[in-house]
């Protein structure tokens, strides 16, 4: 399995709701991010894992909060967010924290979410 | 800070041209990639350049390194409808866990 799967692919909430971006992967990477796109931009990073811990936090709000639960799973954490946090969301996964450079980046399909 | 800066930004061509995305920094990378994105999907890795001067081939596609690692350019020869997409170069920057994104080169292959 070389895929990093994410779901929801869409997801629409209003700025009151709590949702749950998910992420997984069986390629026994032991790190994993989350990338936010704008349209027509490039991927900005927020957050990486490390062995299922937090390693960097790129001073994201804290209406985002991220989850390792186990070595194939991320998740992110939605409350109170605004109509400008709409954007596709991408996890990424790569061998292990310093190696991504040489080995590459597997990006998921990425959550298009749209905040009304 | 590291920059990558990508040319050009937009790029609209026949079937069957020739074309050439830059990818340049006044930084030394230890690495640089190649990604592919399509809409609404996320980024696809091409290519991964290492060592100064390298070259990659991937089908029609020629990667090169510049020689002092500041550098790269993506060649595409004879390109088609499915080479439609959006280029990203990405180095991996001093800090070897963040990808430093360049700004993206918007390519349309008309048939």
């Known amino acids: 399995d070389t895929e990093v799967t994410q779901t929801p692919k869409h997801l629409v909430m209003g700025m009151t709701n709590k949702k749950s971006l998910k992420c997984e992967q069986h390629m026994g990477h032991r790190a994993m991010y989350w990338y936010k796109q704008k349209a027509k931009k490039p991927p900005e990073l927020m957050f990486v894992?490390?062995?299922?811990?937090?390693?960097i936090n790129e001073s994201v709000p804290s209406r985002f909060s991220p989850e390792c639960p186990n070595s194939s799973l991320l998740n992110l954490h939605l409350h109170a967010l605004q109509p400008e946090d709409s954007a596709l969301y991408l996890c990424?996964?790569?061998?292990?924290?310093?190696?991504?450079?040489?080995?590459?980046?597997?990006f998921g399909s990425g959550t298009r979410l749209t905040v009304v | 800070t590291q920059l990558l800066e990508q040319s050009p930004q937009f790029l609209s061509i026949q079937e069957g041209e020739n074309l050439t995305v830059y990818c340049n920094s006044s930084s030394v990378f230890s690495s640089l990639q190649w990604y592919r994105q399509e809409p609404g999907e996320g980024p696809v890795l091409l290519v991964t350049v290492v060592t100064g001067g390298e070259v990659k081939k991937l089908k029609r596609l020629t990667f090169q390194f510049g020689d002092a690692r500041k550098d790269s350019s993506l060649h595409i020869t004879a390109a088609q409808p499915g080479d439609t997409g959006l280029y990203l170069c990405a180095g991996a920057g001093d800090s070897s866990y963040k990808l430093i994104f360049g700004s993206g080169t918007r390519l349309l292959v008309r048939p």
């Open positions: 894992y490390s062995y299922e811990k937090l390693s």
């Open positions: 990424a996964s790569s061998q292990d924290l310093g190696t991504g450079g040489a080995s590459g980046y597997t």
